[in-house]
């Protein structure tokens, strides 16, 4: 099982190292949200830079969209009849998803790196070992998150509309209600509600507090926990799905 993933792995990371840019590339959104939100937030009080509280939110987000999408690769090969060849070969179906997941993990840190490296200029101050460790948080995120978008597209797989639309439904309401761009503290009652049920509320409010140097206290607990399940779910998902492949 190890060999079989590490083999799927590096077959899905050779083409990120070839085309670096294709990293530069998915964070053209993101950063323009960074451009577009960050002037209009107001700074922290006591003179702190509002993009403290910002940035965070626009890492996650960077990941949410990249995993969120990594299933059209797949329905590309599906296409194409190379995942056939693919299934017809010796490796473990649950090889297939977690290798693919796992290699969602270095786009992740790349695109990190260069959020924190084009924010710090203008006054973002990250916390070393908070952004390590909030980067392993995020990565187990972004496994879990890249395994339910390779089981959206095998379910799609005659349909590529359907990925995107069922992508796109989603992943808006996710963001916001995670309060990436807005604090939903003082929305409304049931706005709170659903954001307290969304996992990805407990990720952005740990990055937050590791960037920040709160490396030990709940509010970390509870996104390395929401982390871990959303990775949990989405292998067992993702598996079992392919194995039906």
């Given at each position: 099982m ?15 190292l070839?085309n670096?840019?294709s990293?530069?590339f ?7 949200f ?6 209009l937030?107001p ?9 403290q509280?910002?940035?965070?939110g ?20 599906m296409?194409t009849?190379?995942?056939e ?20 993990i ?5 695109q ?5 490296a ?6 973002f ?14 990565g187990?995120?972004g496994?879990?998150l890249g ?8 379910a ?9 639309a ?33 996992p ?20 970390v ?6 982390a ?18």
């Open positions: 190890v060999m079989d993933t590490a083999v799927v792995f590096g077959r899905e990371l050779r083409p990120v070839r670096p840019f990293l530069v998915t964070m053209v959104q993101p950063l323009f960074l451009a577009l939100f960050g002037p937030l700074d922290v009080p006591g003179g702190g830079s509002a993009l509280w910002f940035v965070p626009i890492i996650v987000m960077s990941c949410l969209f990249a995993g969120s999408t990594t299933g059209s690769n797949l329905q590309f090969e296409q009849g190379s995942h060849r693919t299934l017809v070969s010796p490796l473990r179906r649950s090889a297939l998803i977690v290798g693919r997941s796992l290699k969602e270095v786009p992740i840190v790349g990190a790196a260069l959020i924190v084009a924010t710090v200029p203008f006054g101050r990250p916390h070393l070992g908070g952004a390590v460790v909030g980067l392993l948080i995020l187990v995120f496994v879990g395994a339910f978008s390779y089981t959206l597209a095998l799609s797989k005659d349909q590529e509309w359907m990925f995107w069922i992508q796109q439904t989603l992943i808006f309401p996710l963001m916001l209600l995670a309060g990436m761009l807005l604090p939903v503290d003082d929305g409304p009652g049931w706005m709170q509600v659903l954001s307290k049920l969304n990805l509320t407990y990720v952005v409010d740990a990055e937050r507090a590791l960037f920040g140097g709160e490396l030990a206290s709940a509010t607990a509870q996104g390395a926990v929401a871990l399940v959303v990775a949990g779910l989405g292998l067992l998902v993702g598996t079992r799905a392919m194995r039906r492949a």
